[in-house]
């Protein structure tokens, strides 16, 4: 993997890059639909495609147990598997250690979890998912990470900050001079605790010199204020290297990522714009549209008049509303789209209003408008 930084705003840490891998190359600041069981819910991948997506995200830990690394490996990649043919980012596990944390148990060697499919008890270490990763022909490879709740006690965020640490050398010296693996920045909502976590990581080195070729943002957006975590982004940001690409992991309302990208953030992914699509929510640009909503039975306009996806230039509301209502599989899959063209338009726009040097105003003004609308449906 490559990153290539093109152009950094005057006025703001706001920049344009590419990254480029054997699979392909695409424009930064992107997003990432997540796609965690390697699928995209209710899409395929040319409809994928069409909504400007570059890359798509997975989640490691659970193609590892199903299907399995072997039918991946066999398969010719993850990629190809999914019929997909461009680049993917695999997220480890670490937020299964968060999110599963009743049924895991963190020792220095690795995790040990509970299968969320079968039961059986599995075991998973930071050398294995470098591994894995490498063997499902994952482009860029999160490192295993132990994330913790930023309202854990300050013990317990040390701790899981620095086995992030630990466990990032171990993924270093097990991968080879060919895999692209990102540190993760931990640390909770202490400014300095992040800014050790990356100026550790910023400098680390595997056992044949090999250096992280990227960095990830973790630990965020499961708690803590807008204002807090813009806070951390922007001085964790800082102290990571510029040549390389940044990543705020799991963080995604549009007001988050104007904010990131304003402070020289290059990667984002988030479930909200298929997971709240497949449950009735539009983000349009006059706000978001709870489509479900009664008031929509007779409207004739598109959803978004300024959306060229298909969902709006085919159908109207009251049909969306009426599928939706009706339980009808076409409803889920329409506001998907939908969502996930609105969110590459708007990195697209931002990428355009970055070069031209004029980010730091528009994403203003977006926010403000994005504000407004929240209020308005209050």
Same mark, same amino acid.
């Given at each position: 993997?490559?990153?290539?930084?093109?152009?950094?705003?005057?006025?703001?840490?706001?920049?344009?890059?590419?990254?480029?891998?054997?699979?392909? #190359?695409?424009?930064?600041?992107?997003?990432?639909?997540?796609?965690?069981?390697?699928?995209?819910?209710?899409?395929?991948?040319?409809?994928?495609?069409?909504?400007?997506?570059?890359? !798509?995200?997975?989640?490691?830990?659970? !193609? %590892?147990?199903?299907?399995?690394?072997?039918?991946?490996?066999?398969?010719?990649?993850?990629?190809?598997?999914?019929? %997909?043919?461009?680049?993917?980012?695999?997220?480890?596990?670490? &937020?299964?250690?968060?999110?599963?944390?009743?049924?895991?148990?963190?020792?220095?060697?690795?995790?040990?979890?509970?299968?969320?499919?079968?039961?059986?008890?599995?075991?998973?270490?930071?050398?294995?998912?470098?591994?894995?990763?490498?063997?499902?022909?994952?482009?860029?490879?999160?490192?295993?990470? =132990? !994330?913790?709740?930023?309202?854990?006690?300050?013990?317990?965020?040390?701790?899981?900050?620095?086995?992030?640490?630990? %466990?990032?050398?171990?993924?270093?010296?097990?991968?080879?001079?060919?895999?692209?693996?990102?540190?993760?920045?931990? @640390?909770?909502?202490?400014?300095?605790?992040?800014?050790?976590?990356?100026?550790?990581? #910023?400098?680390?080195?595997?056992?044949?010199?090999? +250096?992280?070729?990227?960095?990830?943002?973790?630990?965020?957006?499961?708690?803590? #204020?807008?204002?807090?975590?813009?806070?951390?982004?922007?001085?964790?940001?800082?102290?990571?290297?510029?040549?390389?690409?940044?990543?705020?992991?799991?963080?995604?309302?549009?007001?988050?990522?104007?904010?990131?990208? $304003?402070?020289?953030?290059?990667?984002?992914?988030?479930?909200?714009?298929?997971?709240?699509?497949?449950?009735?929510?539009? *983000?349009?640009? $006059?706000?978001?549209?709870?489509?479900?909503?009664?008031? *929509?039975?007779?409207?004739?306009?598109?959803?978004?008049? =300024?959306? +060229?996806?298909?969902?709006?230039?085919?159908?109207?509301?009251?049909?969306?509303?009426?599928?939706?209502?009706?339980?009808?599989?076409?409803?889920?899959?329409?506001?998907?789209?939908?969502?996930?063209? &609105?969110?590459?338009? !708007?990195?697209?726009?931002?990428?355009?209003?970055?070069?031209?040097?004029?980010?730091?105003? %528009?994403?203003?003004?977006?926010?403000?408008?994005?504000?407004? #609308?929240?209020? @308005?449906? +209050?």
């Amino acid at each position: 993997m490559k990153f290539h930084l093109e152009w950094t705003e005057a006025s703001s840490d706001a920049r344009t890059g590419r990254i480029v891998t054997d699979k392909g #190359s695409f424009e930064t600041p992107a997003f990432m639909p997540v796609a965690t069981r390697g699928t995209v819910r209710g899409l395929p991948v040319d409809r994928i495609r069409e909504t400007g997506a570059g890359i !798509l995200l997975v989640n490691l830990f659970h !193609l %590892w147990l199903r299907p399995g690394e072997k039918v991946v490996r066999e398969a010719g990649g993850i990629s190809p598997f999914m019929g %997909w043919g461009g680049p993917v980012l695999a997220d480890s596990g670490g &937020y299964q250690i968060y999110s599963l944390s009743g049924s895991v148990r963190i020792r220095e060697e690795g995790a040990f979890f509970q299968s969320p499919y079968d039961g059986r008890k599995v075991f998973l270490s930071p050398e294995e998912v470098v591994s894995v990763g490498q063997s499902m022909g994952i482009d860029l490879i999160m490192v295993l990470d =132990h !994330l913790v709740s930023p309202d854990s006690p300050p013990e317990l965020l040390t701790e899981a900050r620095d086995r992030t640490l630990r %466990w990032a050398r171990r993924s270093l010296d097990a991968s080879t001079p060919e895999a692209a693996i990102f540190g993760i920045v931990q @640390g909770g909502c202490d400014a300095d605790a992040r800014k050790w976590s990356a100026g550790i990581l #910023s400098s680390m080195t595997g056992r044949d010199g090999q +250096s992280f070729a990227g960095f990830g943002i973790g630990g965020l957006g499961i708690g803590e #204020s807008f204002d807090v975590r813009n806070r951390i982004v922007r001085e964790t940001v800082g102290l990571l290297p510029a040549e390389k690409p940044r990543y705020l992991m799991g963080i995604g309302y549009p007001e988050d990522l104007l904010a990131g990208i $304003g402070q020289g953030v290059d990667l984002f992914d988030c479930v909200l714009p298929t997971r709240n699509g497949r449950n009735g929510m539009a *983000f349009t640009s $006059g706000g978001r549209v709870s489509i479900r909503n009664a008031r *929509f039975q007779d409207d004739r306009a598109p959803l978004d008049a =300024h959306c +060229s996806c298909p969902a709006c230039t085919q159908y109207t509301r009251a049909y969306i509303h009426h599928l939706f209502r009706n339980g009808e599989m076409l409803g889920p899959i329409l506001n998907t789209v939908h969502n996930l063209t &609105y969110y590459m338009d !708007l990195m697209c726009q931002a990428r355009t209003e970055i070069r031209q040097g004029t980010f730091g105003a %528009w994403s203003r003004q977006k926010m403000d408008s994005l504000q407004q #609308s929240e209020r @308005g449906r +209050s």
